[in-house]
């Protein structure tokens, strides 16, 4: 089991893990400094995400599904998503989550991706529900939900400041909206998954944490995967959607 890959899945699952929105309880749990065994236990909880985990890991003929290079692809992005058959994962998502309604995902076709985005936009209902209604808490959910970039203007503590840009709704689609100011967090209670921040770090954030410090090249990838599934993801009405 790897280390590194644990730690990597544990940066980005706790935020929604802490809000209650998936995983088992006690959030806590992922920033103790526990082994892999402990974070496998807890990441099989996360119904949505092991079942890609899972996928991507065979599709590479990985043993593991907390490889490092299987969670990266997962939560950031990298060429072991292009192993992945569209056709193949719809399959293992349609046996997985017999009888969940909601989203898009069903009629993806090749748009389907063994990514975060793909989860957020296409599995969840709230991108469907915003093209038909325009609910502005869909819109919101939707921003929070996706793994999303930012620059780090400064450090106070705990806490940071950082510039991204938020997600607009035009009335047709979801767009990149003007560059703002926001509060996030890299550290609670003295606890945190990385090293720091410092002002000019390019980072990425799930909600309102900071989940790791990213390469440029890192960074594009993460805004050229949701691009590719906001443009595409489509308008159904949705129900009730599959686990996190």
């Given at each position: ?81 292009d192993r992945v058959d569209p056709a193949a994962?719809?399959d293992r998502m349609r046996d997985r989550f ?92 003295g606890r945190s998954l990385i090293d720091g ?48």
């Amino acid at each position: 089991m790897s280390e590194q890959g644990a730690l990597l899945f544990a940066r980005y699952a706790y935020p929604p893990n802490e809000l209650g929105y998936c995983g088992p309880a006690d959030a806590s749990a992922l920033l103790t400094a526990g082994t892999a065994d402990g974070v496998e236990r807890r990441a099989r909880q996360f119904e949505g995400a092991w079942c890609y985990l899972e996928f991507l890991a065979e599709s590479a003929g990985l043993p593991d599904p907390l490889d490092e290079r299987v969670v990266e692809a997962y939560w950031i992005g990298s060429d072991l998503l292009d192993r992945v058959d569209p056709a193949a994962l719809l399959d293992r998502m349609r046996d997985r989550f017999r009888g969940q309604l909601g989203g898009t995902w069903r009629e993806a076709g090749s748009r389907a991706v063994a990514h975060h985005s793909f989860q957020v936009f296409d599995v969840y209902p709230w991108a469907a529900m915003l093209r038909t209604t325009g609910n502005p808490t869909a819109l919101s959910v939707l921003d929070r939900c996706r793994i999303r970039t930012g620059l780090v203007l400064g450090v106070d503590g705990e806490s940071a400041t950082v510039e991204s840009r938020p997600l607009r709704w035009d009335g047709r689609e979801m767009v990149p909206g003007e560059p703002g100011q926001e509060l996030v967090r890299w550290s609670t209670g003295g606890r945190s998954l990385i090293d720091g921040v410092r002002p000019g770090d390019r980072v990425a954030l799930h909600w309102d944490w900071v989940c790791d410090v990213l390469t440029e090249d890192q960074a594009a990838r993460v805004e050229s995967l949701e691009a590719r599934q906001r443009a595409g993801a489509g308008g159904l009405v949705p129900a009730a959607a599959p686990p996190a």
